[in-house]
T-cell receptor
């Protein structure tokens, strides 16, 4: 099993540009999570899906952030327009279901200049 | 908001020594999990302990949970240089998978 796959691994963009982060969860996992990690705020849950349905998006910071999961093997996190304060490492994780351990991807390091 | 608070924030020990990290949380939980993160990498799950369990072992790891004190500890015995990493506790209050992470303990094991 390849584990959780995220792309790109690094993204550098200018303020105002649209950014799309991608995630492929582990096959057979029903839950998918998007996190953001910064030095100041630590690791924060942004949104999670269960069986492709968004369950809790209370962690999404602003309307500029949106996430989709069109099928069980793919999810995107989009930031439009991006701002310098969005610079962070974004992690995707998946699990067999609620209450189970989560498998994290390697992360996407986003830098917005 | 952070549910878990970890103590200490940083720990430096010699190889072969034991390392103990503590985690305190505020609300009731269904389970508590510990993760490790090596610099520049994703998080790796170490151990999950459910609210009705008091202690769990996995190799050189020992986790305890005291729900009356709302606290947990992670003990790494006979530490190795490869254990150098950040360690996070995360609480699941609803069994939905919605984890709230602590700020982490940075462990340095000197060879």
């Amino acid at each position: 099993d390849a584990g959780v796959i995220q792309s790109p691994r690094h993204e550098v963009t200018e303020m105002g540009q649209e950014v799309t982060l991608r995630c492929k969860p582990i096959s057979g996992h029903n839950s998918l999570f998007w996190y953001r990690q910064t030095m100041m705020r630590g690791l924060e849950l942004l949104i999670y899906f269960n069986n492709n349905v968004p369950i809790d998006d209370s962690g999404m910071p602003e309307d500029r952030f949106s996430a989709k999961m069109p099928n069980a093997s793919f999810s995107t996190l989009k930031i439009q327009p991006s701002e310098p304060r969005d610079s962070a490492v974004y992690f995707c994780a998946s699990s067999l279901g609620g209450g189970e351990k989560q498998y994290f991807g390697p992360g996407t390091r986003l830098t917005v200049t | 908001s952070q549910q878990g608070e970890e103590d200490p924030q940083a720990l430096s020990i010699q190889e072969g020594e034991n390392a103990t990290m503590n985690c305190s949380y505020k609300t009731s939980i269904n389970n508590l999990q510990w993760y490790r993160q090596n610099s520049g990498r994703g998080l790796v799950h170490l151990i999950l302990i459910r609210s009705n369990e008091r202690e769990k072992h996995s190799g050189r790891l020992r986790v305890t949970l005291d729900t009356s004190k709302k606290s947990s500890s992670l003990l790494i015995t006979a530490s190795r240089a490869a254990d150098t990493a950040s360690y996070f506790c995360a609480t699941d209050g609803s069994n939905t998978g919605k984890l709230i992470f602590g700020q982490g303990t940075t462990l340095q094991v000197k060879p």
